[in-house]
């Protein structure tokens, strides 16, 4: 086992951070195996990156630059793996797991013929193989997954937001080098991207979320977390309680159903803690539940928890946030 | 327009979990199992399109005889046909094996639109689709919130972060379901009655042409060597609540100095 290919997902020409995450855990990796890493990036007008990339190690930077790349279509963007694949001849391939990722990922896994180790929160290199653990069932499992150690490559999408970025001390050579994609086949593709109104941060990339449920009442009552929301830099999530009676969009739902999340901090107001709702978030580093029922199953995974009124409490959070920032 | 729904008889979500003797899979004796919510939401799209534009509905599995159960709820929710590859007597098998199965059963049928739910609930690894897809060498449009039939092409919404991307593919495609893509419906009473006179065709892996032994336990691409109850978190910090200012700022002060993460 050597050398490691991170696939580095960019949209409009920046880098997603979920792909430094991988770039960092590809670094890691490198040093028990002894290889390099590189990186392969694909898009249009993105030549530009590989310094951002040598930055956190990587030595080669493959580039698929074309102006049918622009958008992201699964066919073109696992053609620009796989070719980086092929001349790289890695043993471990590592996919940030986002949405784009874990539509390439498996695409170029069947491509190979080989497995893949999906959403790991962990992952290490053991005995010539990869080892990685997830959660199972809702959460209410850990499993341990094990690429087969006689397979020729390896490929693994850690969960976003669970492992560190971090520059390397010394910047690898980020050394350039074009792919030129013939015979590219693109049967799915974007036309058009509708984005999020106002610019929100999407829960399934935030660092923080504030998220509602049920007991918020109303859509006419989310002001009182979007107000939150801004003071702490968070993004809005939902229960699905809330998105089914309509009060928010399906984007911001969490759970078994919605999005499944990392963030450091998240802040559950008015969320029973359904085990399908904790199966979307966990994994979250610290847990604030706010609820007026002393029994909500939330408070039996929260880091911190008060019993009360989510109308008193949060605006109460609100001016506290603010005034710690003055 | 014909149409293939690949389901997943999986536990349910409210389910108890135990682990099992072997300490790499669960222990099965009290499970309650239902069809996975995602294929219900690729069932009632592929119901929905045979209702407006005619054509035939297949489901496809590949589970033990006991997800005949769930096969035949989708033949009284309004599918044709129903195919179980048998998994009976199989040790674990992964994404990409059960891929190869759905795959070689697929492949010999005719049909416009392939559907999966985005993943299967419980183990939700979210890989099968796209390794599917390439298999078959077909287009896939994965995590589809909204949809429309062109001729001999689908416009899709699919999710993504922060935006909603809006994807064409000519058909035959894959197309794999997420929640807001439709309300499921229940089956009627006539549904569910002419369901069971339904036969299901089961095939074995080798009927397919698959050594079954080369794709499961041992052999599977990817093993579970070890599954485990999850690690417990700490017990909750609980702030009391009489003045919430104050209450509020406690919190924020020890997600600030004692948790860091403002
Ligand atoms: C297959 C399947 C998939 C599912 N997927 C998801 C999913 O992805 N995400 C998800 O969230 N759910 C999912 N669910 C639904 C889940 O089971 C719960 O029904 C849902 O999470 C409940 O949402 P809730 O906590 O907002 O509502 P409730 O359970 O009704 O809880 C509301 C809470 O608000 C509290 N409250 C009320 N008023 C106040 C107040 N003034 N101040 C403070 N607290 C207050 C109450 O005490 C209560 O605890 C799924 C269910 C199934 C069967």
Sequence with gaps: MSNILVFVEQRDGKVRKAALESLTLGRALAVKTGGTVAAVVAGSGISGLAGELAAYGAAKVFVADAPELALYSCEGYTAALDAAASAFSPSIVLVPGTMMGKDVAPRFAARRGVGLLSDVMTLEVENGRLVGTRPVYSGKARATVAAD???????ATPRPNVFQAAKADVPAAGE??????????????????????????????????????????????????????????????????????????HSHQVGQTGKVVSPSLYVACGISGAIQHMAGMGSSKVIVAINKDPEAPMFKVATYGIVGDLFQIVPAMTEAAKRMKA | MNHIVCIAYVPDTETKIKIGADGKSIDESDVKWIVSPYDEYALEEAIRAKETKGGTVTVVTFGPAKAD???????????DDAVRIAADGLAQVDSLGVARLLAAAIKPMSFDALWLGNKGAGTDAQTLVPMLAEMLDLPHI????????????VTCWREIEGAKEVV??????????????????YASLKGIMAAKKKTITVKTPADLGVDAASISGEKAAVRWTKLELPPGRQAVKLIPADDPAKAAEELLHLLRDEAKVL
């Excluded at chain 1, 009182?224 to 809005?236: F, S, T, V």
Aim: charged share 25%.
């Design chain 2, 168 to 185: 064409e593919a000519p058909l035959p495609a894959l197309l794999a379901a997420q929640k807001g893509l439709n309300e499921p419906r």
């Design chain 1, 176 to 249: 350039a080098v074009p792919l030129a994609l013939s015979g590219l086949k693109i049967r799915a593709k974007v036309t058009k991207i509708e984005a999020a109104e106002g610019g929100e941060i999407d829960v399934a990339e935030a660092d923080k979320i504030v998220s509602g449920g049920r007991g918020i009442k109303g859509p006419e009552n989310w002001p009182i977390l979007k107000a939150l929301c801004h003071e702490l830099g968070a993004a809005l999530g939902a229960s699905r309680a809330a998105v089914d009676a309509g009060w928010i969009d």
């Design chain 2, 69 to 79: 159960v769930g096969l035949r709820e989708c033949l009284a929710r309004g599918a």
């Design chain 2, 142 to 153: 994965n995590l589809v919130t909204k949809l429309e039939w062109k001729d001999g092409a």
């Design chain 1, 149 to 155: 150690p006689a397979a020729s490559l390896q490929i």
